[in-house]
Every structure is written in structure tokens, then in C-alpha cells.
């Protein structure tokens, strides 16, 4: 079964450090891999995705890695800030039969105390 | 326009209330996803539409009943709910559903948060 684990599920850190999260998926033969942003009873907003022959994205103070071979993804913020607050999710774009489908971790909270 | 705009924003309905959720989006997108989400949770798919065609059903009761207009206009409508449905409900698009794209985005609207009493 083709599965998506982030680690830690929760993390609290101080304003202006960085940080990172982490992604990792069972199977490397995968179209692309997104990164979404969460605010609680909210949509979700899409962050970065990188294709599947990318190693890496990024757009502003966040930088998103990608190691097939060793299937894992990491999201790192920089100096982060309290409205970075929310729920992080990694989701999989598996190819073969049902990538019609995002495979979702199930996030990582992440809170930034002022 | 890069927006996914869902109504309503809220909706509270009885167990034998028939009610319905709507989806739009302007950018052309020729796949559209419902996506259930239970509190705490990760997004769960529900139904898939390409070229306004229902090509995936993930086992979904009947109680819930997709419908797509048009290219831009998807529907979920609702009869007969049991309280264990109350979820975010979650509408999505892409440019096409197959993942043939590998720079494939999902778009995801702000959701409808759905209480059944």
C-alpha cells in the first residue's frame, strides 16, 4: 500500500527560527509531490510541488526538497513567524494506476510562539 | 483567476433535509475532485470528474450525489445525511485528472463545513 508519513506531528518553536518538516513516501515512482498549508476549518493552499525530476522548489522564505531514491521530502522555513501558524500537509502523486488520486500524510501542526 | 469558490461557507442540515454544496472555477481546469475531511485528518476522495464526466467513485453512499453542468460547475448533493457525514467538505480541480502532467497543481477551494443534526 502506497502511504505518506510526516514527522513530527506536531512541532512548536519560537518566532524567527527556522525549521523543517518532514515528508517520506513508500514508493518512488511518483508524478510529483505537494506541499499545502492548512488553517484550522479551512481549505487548503497549495505551497510548492515539485515534478518528480526536480530536487527542489522555492518560493520565498520556503524551500521544498525531493529525494526519490530515498523517498523523502522536507518543507524548511525560514525565520519563521506566528502567521506561519497551521497544519502543513505533504501529498503524493503516484504514477500507474490511480494517480488520478493525492496520496495526504496526515500534516505536521506546527505553531510559532511570538 | 487561480480561485476555487465554494458554497456555502456553512450549512447545518437535519437527517431528512435535502440540501446541496457547489463548486466553481474559472481557470479552465478540466478535472474536478470532492474530497471529504473529518476533524484532525487528512483529505479523503470521494469523486472525480474529467471532462464532466464521473470517471471515479470511491465507494461512496448514495445518500451523497455528484453532478457536473458544465466545465466550470461541480455539485454535491446531499439526502438523507446520518450525523457521522458532518466534514469539511472539500472541492478541488486540476488541469486534467490522469496525473499525466508531472507539473500537475490541485487547486483546493475553502470548503463547505457541514454539521448534520
Known amino acids: 500500500k502506497q502511504e505518506v508519513t510526516q514527522i513530527p506531528a506536531a512541532l512548536s518553536v519560537p518566532e524567527g527560527e527556522n525549521l523543517v518538516l518532514n515528508c517520506s513516501f513508500t514508493?518512488?515512482?511518483?508524478?510529483?509531490l505537494q506541499w499545502f498549508r492548512q488553517d484550522p476549518g479551512k481549505g487548503l493552499t497549495s505551497l510548492l510541488l515539485?515534478?518528480?525530476?526536480?530536487r527542489e522548489q522555492t518560493s520565498g522564505r520556503l524551500n521544498a526538497s525531493l529525494d526519490k531514491s530515498s523517498g523523502r521530502s522536507t518543507l524548511y522555513i525560514a525565520a519563521s513567524q506566528p502567521g506561519d501558524s497551521a497544519t502543513y500537509l505533504c501529498?503524493?502523486?503516484?504514477?500507474?494506476?490511480?494517480?488520478?488520486?493525492?496520496?495526504f500524510g496526515k500534516g505536521t501542526k506546527l505553531s510559532v510562539i511570538p | 483567476d487561480t480561485e476555487v469558490t465554494q458554497t456555502p461557507k456553512h450549512l447545518v442540515m437535519g437527517m431528512t433535509n435535502k440540501k446541496s454544496l457547489k463548486c466553481e472555477q474559472h481557470m479552465g481546469h478540466r478535472a474536478m475532485y470532492w474530497y471529504k475531511q473529518k476533524a484532525k485528518k487528512p483529505p479523503e476522495l470521494m469523486f472525480v470528474y474529467s471532462y464532466e464526466k464521473l470517471s471515479i467513485n470511491e465507494s461512496v453512499p448514495s445518500r451523497f450525489s455528484p453532478e457536473c453542468p458544465n466545465s466550470s460547475l461541480l455539485n454535491l448533493h446531499l439526502h438523507a445525511l446520518q450525523p457521522e457525514d458532518s466534514a469539511l467538505y472539500l472541492c478541488?480541480?486540476?488541469?486534467?485528472?490522469?496525473?499525466?502532467?508531472?507539473?500537475?497543481?490541485?487547486?483546493f477551494g475553502s470548503g463547505t463545513q457541514l454539521s448534520v443534526l
Open positions: 501529498a503524493v502523486r503516484y504514477s500507474g494506476a490511480g494517480s488520478y488520486q493525492l496520496t
Open positions: 478541488a480541480s486540476s488541469q486534467q485528472a490522469t496525473g499525466g502532467s508531472t507539473n500537475e497543481k490541485l487547486f
Open positions: 514508493d518512488s515512482a511518483i508524478y510529483n
Open positions: 515539485i515534478q518528480s525530476s526536480q
